[in-house]
């Protein structure tokens, strides 16, 4: 099976990929518990990356968000590099032709949420705020 490239999720996370690449990325995401974990991973390197770009610039603080870049950068490669499939494949969901309450509740458990609304074809994930996943909300 050929998983999704770096690339591919990064553009995915920024939103900059086109719908029709973003829906095959949500396919493919939604089969393979590998890409779906490198997907959670790039985008929580995104909400990091936002939360050092709202930090003040000062000289110590750029090397610091450098460092903490640097961390998170590290820590999504560690994660992909010995990321195993604990649970089969078979155990997660197919959310994206209707979203069920087992979709929202895996999404929680991986640390996202699961946005649905009238004017979106497939339902789309966002990164829950610490400490979300322990008090059910996003």
Same mark, same amino acid.
């Given at each position: 099976m050929t998983h999704l490239s770096a690339q591919q999720l990064e553009l995915y996370v920024i939103d900059a990929l086109p719908a029709e @690449?973003? +829906?095959?990325? &949500?396919?493919? *995401? @939604? =089969?393979?518990? /590998?890409?779906?974990?490198?997907? *959670?991973? /790039?985008? +929580?390197?995104?909400?990091?990356?936002? /939360?050092?770009?709202?930090?003040p610039r000062s000289p110590r603080r750029w090397r610091i968000a450098a460092a903490t870049v640097? !961390?998170?950068?590290?820590?999504?490669?560690?994660?992909?590099?010995?990321?195993?499939?604990? &649970? $089969?494949? !078979?155990?997660? $969901?197919?959310?994206l032709a209707a979203p069920t309450a087992a979709c929202e509740q895996f999404a929680r458990a991986h640390g996202l949420a699961l946005l649905? @609304? +009238?004017?979106?074809?497939? $339902? =789309?994930? &966002?990164?829950l705020s610490p400490g979300a996943k322990e008090m059910g909300t996003p």
């Open positions: @690449s973003a +829906r095959a990325l &949500e396919h493919h *995401a @939604s =089969r393979c518990a /590998e890409c779906a974990a490198a997907l *959670a991973a /790039e985008a +929580r390197l995104e909400v990091a990356l936002a /939360e050092v770009a709202r930090q640097a !961390a998170a950068a590290a820590g999504v490669v560690a994660l992909i590099a010995t990321h195993r499939v604990t &649970e $089969p494949v !078979a155990a997660s $969901p197919s959310c649905t @609304s +009238r004017g979106l074809e497939i $339902p =789309r994930y &966002e990164m």
